[in-house]
């Protein structure tokens, strides 16, 4: 158990630092020159003794691994370098957005797990047409990507209803949750087909069990049943799903903060790619990597910890 | 053999639907149905769907114009028409690319066994790491935004799903005595990959490529979406749910809700006829 606990972590974070690495490089060798962008297009009238100030100001003529070896060891001090196209820190750049893209992914996550289990356990105890209705619908939902689903949502609760606002961040705490509601029923909706599915089947199989068979034929209340002896047994394969979703909605909420005019750190990615503002790039890039594979870890970990045939199967 | 039989025996087509059911022929038949309007669409559509005619804009529906007009006045239902190609053909790379080389690698690791199996399991791994949408943004970043940076992007991305599946069914069908009976007998590796264990785990891996088809389709849509793939004008699907969300507010959503009806359609239909698929090798894919 311990031994492979220690064999996982030791993968995470070799993969942490090849993807840092891969990363780096990629913007290292990228075509597009940061110093054209430094000098805000002024590069040709500059002169060679402003080049080379700025070039010796941000490293740019140093060797790949060189210039890795301060990044990467600015990532563990707290120094994540300065954006060049907003001219400021990127670990307060980053600290500023970050709590709207995880309340975000907190929100979708919650409401996800929730209406999926909900219908998920609706479906196997509803009668034949409910259920048909519910595999319709969960079959579409699915395929709806998250920013057609936005703009749905968009036009039928803010524009036709006024119950939400179409666009924007907000400010204080319960306005901003407001605003963040619709932005994660679009970010959440895949998540909660996939969790309605899996939800259902598992109690399928949890109820044609032996010991719930017996439990209702010795007239135990159905709500007991359902909640001590299904649901609970179901919850394995629930929590892994829901587990490697919450992992995905990590990359997915790029494209929503983008439909949403959110700012989070999604849109600022979006922002500095196309600016070639390679520093907030890299600083972000390494938080969604990192935040992905650190929520794949603990769903692996949890995965092993609650199933003792995985825990034994292993190494 | 068996392949060349699959592919174009009548008995085989007769199976394939009855493994589809109804809800999965009604896919089938709207995913022809897309094929065809994508190659035909020169003849089908009504208008230019590059036209543009500002004093036309926003145009509701019409004779002459049946789903109404976009911003620029251009014709939607032409331009959804029009969309139809990057929408079958994007994927359609995606696939292409990434199940071949997801192929090579599996193979290569489930023929080799030993150290090659253990850096190229690695190597999936560590690719793992990198979500389609964020790699599709680094490339964007590093190189150029357009059609065919994303497609590598997104391919590159999806590699390493399909490479892991097809490496443990590899591995589970070179395990099989005839392999080995082939091995003895002088067949050198790559012959006997190429014409033994891949077909053996065929099946599997082409309903693996149907399934990733609809992620491709979402994913693709998305980058274009945001601005860093497909670029304007040219009529693509995710393109025109962009351009039609910024006029959403105004109550104009006809181009944003056709286009995006029409990825969710082709989703739809692509994941049920993967999945009808997927039930008869028993396994989760």
């Known amino acids: 158990m311990t031994r492979a606990i220690a064999f996982r972590t030791l993968s995470v974070a070799s993969t942490l630092l090849v993807s840092s690495f891969i990363i780096f490089a990629a913007m290292h060798y990228s075509p597009g020159s940061s110093l054209a962008f430094i000098l805000g297009g002024g590069e040709n009238t500059a002169t060679p003794e402003q080049i080379a100030l700025v070039e010796a100001q941000f490293g740019l003529k140093d060797p790949l691994l060189l210039r890795y070896w301060h990044w990467i060891s600015g990532v563990f001090t707290g120094d994540w370098g300065r954006s060049y196209a907003l001219r400021e820190d990127v670990w307060r750049l980053l600290g500023s957005r970050l709590p709207t893209t995880l309340g975000l992914i907190g929100l979708a996550c919650t409401l996800s797990i929730a209406f999926g289990v909900a219908v998920g356990v609706l479906a196997s105890i509803a009668g034949r047409a409910a259920g048909i209705a519910i595999t319709i619908v969960t079959t579409i939902g699915f395929a709806t990507p998250g920013f057609v689903a936005a703009i749905i949502l968009v036009s039928i609760f803010a524009v036709k209803l006024g119950w939400f606002p179409a666009l924007g961040s907000g400010d204080g705490f319960a306005n901003s949750l407001w605003h963040l509601v619709l932005p994660s029923i679009a970010l959440g909706l895949t998540t909660s087909c996939v969790i309605a599915r899996i939800t259902r089947v598992a109690m399928a199989a949890e109820l044609g069990r032996e010991h719930v068979q017996t439990a209702i034929i010795r007239g135990v209340p159905k709500h007991l049943i359902l909640w001590r002896h299904v649901l609970r047994n179901a919850l394995i394969p629930i929590v892994t799903v829901s587990g490697i979703s919450a992992a995905t909605m990590v990359a997915g909420t790029v494209v929503i903060e983008f439909a949403f005019g959110l700012h989070g750190i999604g849109t600022l990615l979006i922002q500095a790619v196309q600016q070639k503002d390679v520093p907030v790039v890299q600083a972000i890039s390494i938080v969604l990597v990192g935040a992905y594979v650190l929520v794949n870890f603990v769903v692996d970990l949890l995965y092993l910890l609650i199933d003792p045939r995985v825990r034994l199967a292993n190494r | ?285």
């Open chain 2, 1 to 285: 053999m068996q392949t060349a039989e699959a592919i174009t025996g009548p008995g085989r087509l007769a199976r394939i639907l009855e493994q589809l059911g109804v809800a999965g022929t009604l896919a089938l038949l709207l995913m022809a149905g897309v094929c065809l309007v994508a190659i035909f669409a020169p003849w089908i559509a009504p208008h230019d769907p590059l036209e543009v005619d500002i004093a036309n804009a926003f145009g509701p529906p019409s004779a002459t114009n049946l789903l109404g007009t976009d911003t620029l006045g251009r014709d939607i239902l032409s331009r959804l028409i029009w969309g139809s190609r990057t929408a079958l053909l994007g994927p359609l790379a995606i696939v292409a690319l990434s199940g071949s080389l997801a192929a090579v690698i599996a193979l290569t690791a489930a023929w080799k066994r030993g150290w090659v199996d253990m850096v190229i399991s690695r190597i999936i791994d560590i690719q793992f790491a990198f979500p389609a949408i964020l790699l599709a943004l680094l490339v964007a970043a590093a190189f150029s935004s357009g059609f065919w940076p994303a497609v590598v992007a997104l391919a590159l991305a999806s590699v390493p799903h399909k490479a892991r599946l097809l490496r443990s069914e590899a591995l589970r069908e070179r395990a099989q005595p005839y392999i080995e009976a082939l091995e003895v007998q002088g067949m050198s590796g790559p012959s006997i990959t190429v014409r033994h264990l891949f077909p053996a785990v065929w099946p599997l891996f082409s309903t693996q490529l149907i399934l990733s088809f609809g992620y491709a389709t979402i994913e693709l849509a998305a980058i274009s979406f945001i601005g860093l793939g497909i670029q304007a004008p040219t009529p693509d699907w995710g393109l025109m749910v962009a351009q039609g969300q910024a006029t959403l507010i105004q109550g104009e959503f006809r181009e944003a809700l056709s286009a995006g009806i029409c990825i969710v359609a082709v989703v739809t239909a692509v994941t049920i006829i993967g999945d009808r698929l997927s039930h008869n090798h028993g396994r989760s894919i």
